[in-house]
């Protein structure tokens, strides 16, 4: 199942569902960087909010798209990693080193330094 | 053994079906949330180990007691290839699939048991344990 992708101003949002395949995530960041240079945005949010579970693979996929998107010029923030999960991705040694984080997507839109009506007037 | 739960791993979607069953079990043997994360994260790494390295295997989780105690038994096994050098597997950041490497040690630190047996040519054995507070 793919990762639906929205865009709001020049955000790029993915939200993540549940029982995330391997082959979704890695959809997703050449999605994302594709549409990064289409949309002209300047911001990624990932949304983890539903994912009960993020692995070593996940997180190493995650760590990918963020670094991918900076390459083409966006920030990516990753919001909403759960309490639990957040313990064991520590206890794996996971610790999405130079990605930014914010605690809720309100949080991560503020963090990305973006108004959402509006956007940049040149966006297309 | 009683209430034994099979997972055949032969493609990356049995990753997410054996965590999830792994969640259930350890809700049911009356694990705290915070100990289903753990275990169902330690479940996708074993799991990923097989589809990575041995392509199919199975996952077996079970309940278990021991004097009084509840908790939950994960077996990852698989007639893979087997691991060169277990001692080197369990190091971090040690990963001869441009891995992270943190998926055994990790899973390890998320279980309160941990054993690894492996045999050349013919597979990998992993059994793992998390009890009840």
Known sequence: ?124 | MPGETHVPIDQETDIVTARQKGRELAALSGLSKTEQTLIATAISEVARNIVVYAQRGEVILAPIEQEGRRGVLVVARDEGPGIPNPDLAMRDGYSTSRSLGMGLPGAKRLMDEFELSSVLGKGTTIVMKKWVR
């Open chain 1, 1 to 124: 199942m793919a990762v639906p992708i929205m865009k709001q101003g020049d955000v790029l949002i993915a939200s993540l569902q549940e029982a995330l395949t391997d082959r979704a995530l890695i959809q997703l960041r050449d999605e994302l960087s594709e549409r990064v240079g289409r949309f002209r945005c300047r911001a990624v949010i990932i949304d983890v909010t539903a994912l009960d579970v993020v692995d070593s693979f996940a997180s190493r996929t995650i760590r990918g798209i963020a670094y991918t998107a900076k390459l083409r010029g966006a920030r990516t923030v990753v919001v909403g990693i759960q309490p639990d999960v957040a313990f064991a991705m520590v206890e794996l040694g996971l610790t999405l080193d130079g990605v930014d984080t914010a605690l809720d997507l309100e949080e991560g839109l503020a963090l990305a330094g973006v108004v959402i009506r509006g956007g940049r007037s040149d966006a297309r």
